[in-house]
């Protein structure tokens, strides 16, 4: 079998986990929660598996890298790593309720990098500036780091979402807005994913069956539309808020979670950071050369750090610290994808 | 920073604590204020993104900004004027503008005000422990357990210690004559992980100082066979500065992938000749740099001089089909064997291109599209010129020559591009790395755990009173704690 497939069983897996432990979560039952573990460890370990099978895919035409060397294969091994994180800390933590957080985002991950069009899922041969083994600790520092300030962010939405009292409460807008926000960027993904193969009209780039379509009217269309989801998830949601807080860990026990995931992110990211440093410095002697990349990567650590001072010493809690996280993965996604394709700079991905 | 007060209220009838502040207490409080340094960090994160938005000196095209100001006001006058503002506020170079240096310099200052201010306090907190428990201090502590055991005060309180030193505790105590004190405290390190980590980011500073004082960065290129000790510093393309010692080029080799124009790795063989005495040769490639006397050679960069040009054609007779390889290192001319026809290379393009003019040209000395013009003689007198294409062999440029011409082989003397770097303070920043990442593991996954122990006699029973804290993962400590006191239970129902 070929190991995109594989990675579409493990997409399967992680879309049943997710469901699972909504059903765990709504009804309590033990039962469930441990099948639905039980799921993303499967999950897991099929998605362990296909990575294994196109690394060796990878020696078989002659290149023999370890797949973290393009974008397919790193939000492949973002998924991965925030399965792994989650797994860990549900062992650790004796806690399942983050994985109603973390299973949803492994399953987005996977599926959007699968469907989106424009995005080459090919093994390629390293050039020589990559062909080093600081490859392999760079990425994979950075990445665990990236999966738990996701967790973070997961969990500060549902905060910021949950501990509104009034749906005019601009934490409470925050918070919806970031949640529609992955919902329509997932949507249009998909929409883009439909065209292509059902329509079979080839999609240019990404969003061009939306946002970002040569047609004026389908624009106007598309963002209307996003307006017209983030009107009914804000109406919604404050409708129900009572019926879904029920559903979820309290919110002192949300807060200490983000938080949690942030203090595991931020020392990996610390040598995501250090790790790309030497690097750089065993290839082209410069440690640090303010490349679009690496100053994003510090902005990040900066407001990761701003997080941690609020919350330790100046005592922050709560919807402050949530909107900390959520900024702080702004830039997470920034420097991961927005620079590559805004800026200019080193890195050929993540 | 993680903190807990240890105050205790002074005496009722103390006198008021008469305490003059020195001068400088508002610039010290200031400093050392965690509001100044969160805002720091978040002024620190914004500005450094103008730098990735405007292309920056040294590292790509000052001159594409202007561009950009283009597409952003869609008005060159305006344009101009934004470009000429940025320029002289620094936006071009905003990492090495006294502004940027000074926000450093606030984080720093920040950075070690706070931790100076501090330090003493968790000093405290860590080698004096207060040993005796206190009734307020009891009821204040978050895990806490009373426990009642029928054994003398003295053989409880061994219990009592012999549990703390099975848990890892290290134990003080002390004994009054109404009650006997324990006092057990492990990972007190855990709150120097924070000082530890404000120190690394110091010592990264220092570090990156020293090697813009006292370093340097720069480029040089060596031709196959010779040797040199030109380098061209970087930043100021046309200083030249000259090693202490020569370092000669003994070969230079590419490997490309299988099918490709891409690279899969290049190599330079290079030797160092220090006063006229050779060291062994060295063979480096991208990512395994050459170290000699503190200077790093890194493998960059390749290229053909265009020099030292060699080109094989091979010629195929047509009436009778034997084929000739011939080859050319200059402008000779050759015999094709047993044809009479005679060919004369004129020039080597490397890298044809055609200029304005239509006129032949080559674009670099890169052998990207290597084209041989050559001037076919034929036995009756008169000539041809002819253009060869290597990457085209199927392309004839002149009709009805009793010859097949091919250009089968091209070459040039290459050049070795490297990145030569002399820095003093990287191992400065190494050790900074490291301790930050120790530092940091320390302050997040450690925690300070301490129980304290009073024991008293009341009605030939001992009243056991424990009370525990830890400063971080107190979850985890409480089910510890609540180990800690079944097990001093169980030990005492067991002996009493």
């Known amino acids: ?350 | 920073m993680v903190e807990e007060k240890q105050t205790s209220p002074p005496p009722a009838d103390a006198p008021p604590a008469v305490v003059t502040k020195p001068w400088y207490d508002p610039l010290l409080s200031f400093f050392s204020s965690v509001h100044v340094a969160v805002v720091t960090l978040i002024i620190l994160a914004s500005i450094s993104i103008i730098g990735t938005v405007l292309q920056q000196k040294n590292i790509g095209e000052v001159a594409d900004n202007l561009r950009l100001f283009q597409d952003f006001f869609g008005d060159a006058g305006r344009a101009q004027r934004a470009f000429d503002i940025s320029e002289r506020i620094g936006f071009f170079h905003l990492y090495q503008t006294w502004y940027f240096y000074a926000l450093l310099g606030l984080l720093s200052t920040s950075l070690i005000v706070c931790s100076l201010r501090r330090l003493p306090q968790t000093w405290r907190i860590m080698a004096r422990p207060k040993v005796e428990l206190e009734e307020s201090g009891f009821k204040a502590s978050p895990n806490r357990r009373t426990l009642s055991l029928r054994l003398p005060r003295a053989e409880a309180a061994a219990v009592a210690a012999a549990a703390l030193k099975k848990g890892g505790f290290g134990k003080r105590e002390s004994d009054r004559d109404d009650a006997f004190y324990l006092f057990g405290q492990k990972g007190a390190y855990s709150r120097l992980g924070i000082y530890a980590t404000h120190f690394s980011i110091i010592m990264i500073f220092v570090g990156g100082l020293l090697g813009s004082v006292y370093g340097f960065k720069a480029y040089m290129q060596i031709t196959e066979g010779e040797t040199s000790d030109q380098i061209m510093m970087r930043g100021d393309e046309s200083r030249m500065a000259t090693l202490p010692f020569k370092v000669r080029c003994d070969d230079f080799q590419v490997d490309y992938y299988p099918g490709g124009q891409r690279p899969k790795d290049f190599f330079s063989t290079l030797t160092v000749i220090d006063q006229g005495k050779e060291l062994p040769a060295v063979r480096i490639e991208v990512n395994t740099p050459l170290q000699y006397d503190g200077i790093w050679f890194y493998q960059s960069s390749f290229g053909d001089t265009g020099r030292g040009l060699k080109a094989s054609i091979r010629a195929v007779d047509l009436k009778t089909g034997a084929g000739h390889d011939l080859s050319f290192t200059g402008s000779e001319t050759l015999e094709v064997p047993g044809t009479g026809v005679r060919l004369q290379m004129q020039r080597i393009f490397p890298d044809f291109a055609q200029d304005e003019q239509g006129r032949p040209t080559s674009r670099s000395n890169q052998a990207k599209n290597p084209v041989a013009a050559v001037q076919v003689l034929l036995p009756d007198g008169t000539s041809k010129l002819t253009y060869l294409f290597k990457l085209r062999p199927d392309l004839k440029t002149v009709a009805g020559l009793p010859v097949d011409l091919t250009l089968v082989d091209f070459s040039s003397l290459q050049y070795t591009g490297l990145q030569v770097v002399y820095d003093p303070g990287v191992w400065v920043i190494w050790a900074g790395c490291t301790l930050m990442v120790f530092g940091l593991w320390f302050a997040f996954f450690s925690s300070h755990r301490r129980v304290w122990v009073r024991l008293r006699e009341v009605g030939g029973k001992t009243e056991v009173l424990l009370a525990g804290n830890a400063n971080k993962n107190r979850e985890r400590f409480t089910e510890e704690f609540e180990r800690l006191g079944d097990a001093i239970h169980a030990v005492g129902e067991a002996r009493g």
């Open chain 1, 1 to 350: 079998m070929n190991s995109s497939a594989v990675f579409n069983v493990s997409l399967v897996l992680y879309l049943v986990a997710t469901v699972a432990y909504f059903v765990y979560l709504a009804f309590r039952n033990e039962k469930v929660g441990l099948a639905a573990t039980l799921v993303t460890v499967v999950g897991f370990l099929v998605q362990t598996a296909a990575i294994g099978l196109r690394w060796r895919e990878s020696y078989a035409m002659g290149f023999g890298h370890i797949p973290l060397s393009n974008m397919y294969e790193s939000m492949v091994f973002w998924s991965w790593s925030i399965i792994l994180i989650y797994l860990i800390f549900e062992r650790v933590y004796r806690n399942r309720a983050l994985g109603v957080v973390a299973a949803p985002l492994g399953f987005l991950a996977i599926a959007s990098i699968s469907i989106a069009p424009n995005i080459s899922q090919e093994i390629e041969p390293l050039v020589p500036a990559l062909q080093s083994n600081w490859l392999t600790v760079h990425v994979i520092t950075s990445f665990l780091g990236y999966a738990a300030f996701t967790i973070s962010f997961g969990v500060s939405i549902l905060y910021l979402i949950l501990s509104a009292e009034k749906r005019k409460d601009a934490f409470y807008v925050v918070g919806m807005a970031s949640l529609v926000t992955m919902f329509t960027l997932f949507a249009a993904t998909m929409l883009d994913f439909l065209v292509q193969k059902v329509a079979g009209v080839a999609q240019p780039h990404l969003f061009a069956a939306s946002f970002a379509s040569h047609s004026s009217g389908v624009k106007i269309v598309s963002w209307i539309a996003a307006v017209g989801i983030f009107a009914l998830f804000w109406y919604v949601g404050a409708l129900y808020h009572e019926r879904l807080a029920a559903l979820f860990p309290g919110l002192r026990i949300l807060d200490d979670l983000s938080y949690k995931m942030i203090m595991v992110g931020f020392p990996l990211l610390t040598l995501g950071i250090v790790t790309g440093a030497a690097w750089a410095n065993y290839a082209w002697g410069t440690y640090w050369s303010w490349d679009p990349k690496e100053t994003w990567s510090l902005i990040t650590w900066l407001i990761y750090a701003a997080f941690l001072h609020a919350r330790f010493t100046a005592g922050w809690r709560g919807k402050s610290t949530a909107v900390l996280s959520v900024i702080g993965f702004a830039a997470v996604i920034f420097t991961y994808i927005g620079v590559n394709f805004v800026l200019s700079g080193l890195h050929s991905y993540g």
